[in-house]
């Protein structure tokens, strides 16, 4: 099975400086990407998605190489911290948008769109805007969308980094739960500012600092803080370097 995603010695001009990303994504393999803010993270996202083009490099996208795809027809989903609904739209609406841009639906759609409303916890919700919802609920309305155009590769940046840590991990249970619940889960690559999130989740974890990543393992062994000091120092296990 080929790779969900990868980069090929992708540059990115970036001001002054270069950002240099390699990286393969298995194809239903959970990558959590951690750094320090300006580190590249959402650049990687945002290259990933085609709203930003690399100077130099190649991105495939199981298999398929993205040079000259447009973000729209790129064979992925994403979701933003702040879930990209449409206000003036219902949430059922919301969620149909994801199979039918035109939101011109049979019965058989709508029955997927009930059924994916009914996977996140919000059965009976279809017709609340968004406005009359809690944050996490507006979550749970943007992963049912996503999910429900069943794409190979999903893109989270920082979706849940303005929920407190008890709807953090209640929205990454769901988000295992529904990843579960497919016969080929997506891939996923999960930007985030907590470390913590990753745990119990991503089968990997990457470690960005200053345009690159440098550091790339297992969860629980690259947060251990003992694989790699840059992690560590990230993590504030290890004091930081004096200049002598």
């Known amino acids: 099975m080929k790779d969900a ?11 002054d400086s270069e950002m240099r990303f390699d990286l393969a994504v298995k194809s239903g393999e959970w990558l959590a990407v951690i750094g320090p803010s300006g580190a590249g993270k ?41 879930n ?3 206000p003036q739209l219902d949430v059922f609406r919301n969620v149909a948008l994801g199979i039918a841009p035109d939101l ?4 058989a759609d709508r029955r997927r769109v009930e059924g994916a409303l009914a996977e996140v916890g919000l059965a009976g919700f279809g017709k609340r805007r968004p406005s009359e919802m809690s944050g996490g609920e507006r979550q749970r309305v943007a992963l049912a969308r996503v999910f429900l155009r069943d794409r190979q590769l999903l893109l989270l940046d920082e979706p849940f980094a303005a929920l407190g840590p008890a709807l953090r991990r209640e929205m990454l ?15 996923i690559v999960m930007v985030t500012h907590h470390p913590e999130d990753a745990v119990g989740h991503a089968d990997r974890t990457a470690f960005l600092e200053a345009g690159a990543i440098v550091a790339i393992g297992p969860t629980r062994t690259l947060l251990s803080g003992r694989a790699d000091p840059r992690v560590a120092r990230y993590l504030g296990t290890l004091p930081p370097e004096r200049s002598t």
């Open 42 to 82: 959402s650049t990687l996202l945002d290259l990933a998605a085609g709203f930003a083009a690399p100077s130099a490099g190649h991105i495939t996208i199981a298999g398929r190489p993205m040079a000259g795809v447009a973000p729209a027809e790129r064979p992925l989903s994403i979701v933003f911290q702040d």
């Open 5 to 15: 995603l990868v980069f090929d010695d992708v540059r990115f001009d970036h001001g």
């Open 104 to 107: 011109r639906l049979t019965a």
């Open 84 to 86: 990209n609904l449409f």
């Open 173 to 187: 249970a769901i988000l295992t739960q529904l990843r579960a619940a497919r016969t080929q889960p997506p891939a």
